[in-house]
DNA sequence: CTTTTTTATAACACTCTGTAACAACAGCTG
DNA sequence: CAGCTGTTGTTACAGAGTGTTATAAAAAAG
């Protein structure tokens, strides 16, 4: 490799040995890499170290790969990629869309793995981690623009809407987390103030105020979809200006 | 269900009722199924059959099933469902360290059962299963185009067609293995709700509303063709566009 | 040709979602 | 402080989505 890296891996493996293996080899390949055996070793680790990527194996002990990957949905953008047994039910895990930015079946190619790392490092943007409110500057998306500063959305026409506070909040989860499936806990966990416990239908009531402020068809969507039984979808590809 | 499979099932559990009442709904569904009460019955049993795969009830009189787990992991690579009280998660940390392949907890919905044996043995390498799915990008066949970031299709004239979650999970499952026959299992398997555990007609169903969807005549079907006692068959030759 | 098996679909039951209406509450104004 | 305004969660109910049952039609078997 001729370009220098400094992103920070996270390796997330039950298996020492393989555990070890990816660490030497992706240190070799000018990576910062830490490593987790199980989950909670591995929030452990997000917590203390900005991490900008997380290499996953699906199969764990306690909490599974899946369960994982979805609930660091809910509160991080940091890309995944799953490592799963091949001959797995590859077809079942990626039907499940839990967020995971690539897929990875093993035995693998250490070479494969590495150019599934740059290009999932690519296509993020390298973004800093964390949770999602934190980009300062404007979204755009459908001709729309969400300026953050002023906590503001211009219409298409480019006449103000005034959104609520809440409104706000749940439009920031969207666009900050675009062309993925959330699920209500998900969207309460981004949108809801700290100290609110609402019942999840209350994100409905949410999102059809939002859509009507962007005055988007519930039946034929141009910005949020309804998943049946899964939650709710940005469509469109949202650009970050500056 | 209608695949018949001869994979051969051993119950361990030392309730004789359960172990009747397993057995006979097991052998109703396409499988051999032994039987053992305890321990030593169960090596008993192995010593005399070819067992494919054990369910292990994690209660049991003398050994318990964390045991019998672990010591059947020094010998051998039998895949093991293990049974347990709801709620006990330790359980199920101990079980799977110890080896096993699944868990269920009691009670469960028998269907779910099904589904976790048939998991657990395609995962084992002992059934075949089909291939992934794409992550992105479109599929094209006979004009019409399946978008699978926003999940709607578009007919050959250019409109918008509308499809339910089902709806779009059965097309993308088709389109994925165009030009293969798929069973009713491995379509449920593909296109189903992950929490759900319907009959196989179910697909039927499904089916019939996604030929209306895509104006495909049932008799002289252009796209989703049936096949007598095996299952249905897509057949345009399906184009992924990116 | 009759019987049996399999499939297509209508009808139904149940679940999930959209949104109107309302209640509770905060902030503002006079 | 009363009264107004806007925000936000809850309730209620209509309507859409989905699995099951029932039944008729089609295909295979006898």
Redesign the interface.
Known sequence: MTTPTTAHLLVVDDDMEIRQLLSDYLQQNGYRVSIAADGTAMQQMLKTANINLIILDIML??KDGLDLCRELRATSDIPIIMLT?R??????I???EMGAD??LPKPFNPRELLARIKGVLRRSGTLPHGHNHEINGNYRFNGWILDTSRRHLLSPTGTAVSLSSAEYRLLLAFVSHA?RILSRDQLLDLARDRSSFAFDRSIDMLVSRLRHRLQDDT??PEMI?T????GY?F?PSVETVT
């Open positions: 002990p306690g047994a001959g797995d039910d590859m077809d079942r990626l039907g499940l690539d897929y062309n039946e034929q979809k998943v049946r039984g899964e979808l469509l």
